[in-house]
């Protein structure tokens, strides 16, 4: 499993929770539409009381219910003639759109009609169907027009949203996938750097010490498989991290012989948490080359981490020569470190390079405390 299905499989399972089922966009729409009649058949029960009037309940639903429910089996046909011309100008679509609610509305008003007298039949002034139709025909198709431009507005205005929605996470996708991509080539930049240096300190041994220079290729051949076990993997657990430093610092130990002690000061309950790639490399390489290797005095070197607040602190500390008075020349190490920071957490992470008190360098790496997901 490479790095980005891992973190796939750590967003689905975020905590443990799952999603909260959606319903239906039918269910959702009849449940709307059905309050909507609700709340309009109590409108006209209000109006007439108001009036001195009683309408019966049963009528007032039997009134507003079919009517609304015929609109929710128009709202498909809107939302087809919103989508045909959506972006298409505004004459376009006012030629669609004006006569389309005027046939939808006559349509619904003409079905409604027929529906309420066959539900309800002759009643009060309506003694026939042409009755019912001849007082309520301009008023339905007034409301029906309302309607029709209501429904309209809101679907196209769900429609601009969803559309906003899916570009923004379009956007995002592939805003990462380009912080991936550059992740991928900074990290890979590391690697030749790292073996052309190690390359150049094993020739100066090969006349010197020839038995030493095949141990520390036998050394580097073992940090090179695993580099290649973990070649898709941006970010590791901070005790994989250690074990690929552990595996150079061997290869060091070997080059600086009985000069260099080496401790490492690691919480253990920080073992797990996520880390980029080789971050700890480029530090401990720039402590040993421009701090210890320019002297002939043995020395140490330190490699601590431990958890602050919502952050992961990793420190790494020699007693070398410590920073030139002119301050820190940072070498390709240094910045392609702070670089790979920058790319994947902003201004959430940095790298602090300084004198150390007493003597030597500190490097201090501040980065998000992220758990590393748990395997199964």
Same mark, same amino acid.
């Given at each position: 499993m490479d790095d980005r299905d891992r973190r796939s499989r750590s967003a689905g399972d975020s905590g443990g929770r799952l999603a909260a089922p959606v319903p239906p966009a039918w269910l959702v729409a009849f449940g709307v539409w059905t309050l909507v009649a609700v709340s309009y058949a109590l409108t006209l029960e209000m109006s007439a009381a108001g009036e001195g009037v009683s309408v019966p309940w049963d009528r007032a639903l039997a009134w507003t219910l079919p009517s609304f429910y015929l609109w929710m089996a128009l709202t498909p046909a809107i939302a087809r003639l919103g989508q045909l011309t959506a972006g298409r100008g505004r004459l376009r679509f006012l030629a669609v759109h004006v006569p389309a609610s005027v046939a939808l509305a006559a349509l619904h008003a003409a079905v409604f009609f027929v529906v309420f007298w066959w539900l309800k039949g002759p009643r009060g002034r309506y003694a026939t169907l042409s009755d019912l139709v001849r007082i309520n025909a301009a008023d339905e198709v007034h409301l029906g027009l309302l309607i029709y431009w209501t429904v309209l507005v809101v679907l196209r205005g769900v429609d601009s949203r969803r559309r906003l929605a899916a570009e923004q996470a379009r956007a995002a996708r592939l805003q990462a996938e380009l912080a991936e991509s550059r992740l991928q080539v900074l990290r890979t930049q590391l690697q030749p750097h790292f073996l052309f240096n190690t390359l150049h300190a094993i020739s100066a041994l090969a006349l010197e010490d020839p038995h030493l220079a095949r141990t520390m290729i036998a050394r580097l051949g073992d940090f090179l498989r695993l580099t290649l076990a973990e070649s898709g993997s941006q970010e590791l657990p901070l005790a994989r991290e250690l074990q690929f430093l552990e595996c150079y610092l061997e290869i060091q130990r070997l080059r600086f012989q009985d000069r260099l002690t080496v401790r490492l000061d690691v919480a253990p309950e920080v073992l797990a948490a996520r880390v980029p790639h080789l971050v700890l490399q480029p530090l401990v390489e720039n402590a040993l080359q421009h701090g210890l290797a320019p002297r002939p005095e043995a020395g140490w070197l330190t490699v601590s981490g431990r958890r602050q607040g919502a952050e992961l602190?990793?420190?790494?500390?020699?007693?070398?020569?410590?920073?030139?008075?002119?301050?820190? $020349?940072?070498? =390709?190490?240094? *910045?392609? *470190? $702070?670089? #790979?920071? /920058?790319? /994947? =957490?902003?201004?959430?992470?940095?790298?602090?390079?300084?004198? /150390?008190?007493?003597?030597? *360098? #500190?490097?201090?790496?501040?980065?998000?405390?992220l758990e590393a997901p748990v395997l199964a």
């Amino acid at each position: 499993m490479d790095d980005r299905d891992r973190r796939s499989r750590s967003a689905g399972d975020s905590g443990g929770r799952l999603a909260a089922p959606v319903p239906p966009a039918w269910l959702v729409a009849f449940g709307v539409w059905t309050l909507v009649a609700v709340s309009y058949a109590l409108t006209l029960e209000m109006s007439a009381a108001g009036e001195g009037v009683s309408v019966p309940w049963d009528r007032a639903l039997a009134w507003t219910l079919p009517s609304f429910y015929l609109w929710m089996a128009l709202t498909p046909a809107i939302a087809r003639l919103g989508q045909l011309t959506a972006g298409r100008g505004r004459l376009r679509f006012l030629a669609v759109h004006v006569p389309a609610s005027v046939a939808l509305a006559a349509l619904h008003a003409a079905v409604f009609f027929v529906v309420f007298w066959w539900l309800k039949g002759p009643r009060g002034r309506y003694a026939t169907l042409s009755d019912l139709v001849r007082i309520n025909a301009a008023d339905e198709v007034h409301l029906g027009l309302l309607i029709y431009w209501t429904v309209l507005v809101v679907l196209r205005g769900v429609d601009s949203r969803r559309r906003l929605a899916a570009e923004q996470a379009r956007a995002a996708r592939l805003q990462a996938e380009l912080a991936e991509s550059r992740l991928q080539v900074l990290r890979t930049q590391l690697q030749p750097h790292f073996l052309f240096n190690t390359l150049h300190a094993i020739s100066a041994l090969a006349l010197e010490d020839p038995h030493l220079a095949r141990t520390m290729i036998a050394r580097l051949g073992d940090f090179l498989r695993l580099t290649l076990a973990e070649s898709g993997s941006q970010e590791l657990p901070l005790a994989r991290e250690l074990q690929f430093l552990e595996c150079y610092l061997e290869i060091q130990r070997l080059r600086f012989q009985d000069r260099l002690t080496v401790r490492l000061d690691v919480a253990p309950e920080v073992l797990a948490a996520r880390v980029p790639h080789l971050v700890l490399q480029p530090l401990v390489e720039n402590a040993l080359q421009h701090g210890l290797a320019p002297r002939p005095e043995a020395g140490w070197l330190t490699v601590s981490g431990r958890r602050q607040g919502a952050e992961l602190l990793l420190i790494v500390e020699d007693d070398g020569l410590g920073l030139p008075a002119g301050g820190a $020349r940072e070498g =390709f190490g240094l *910045t392609n *470190t $702070r670089a #790979r920071l /920058r790319v /994947r =957490f902003g201004d959430a992470a940095g790298l602090a390079v300084e004198a /150390r008190p007493g003597g030597g *360098t #500190r490097a201090a790496l501040r980065l998000p405390y992220l758990e590393a997901p748990v395997l199964a």
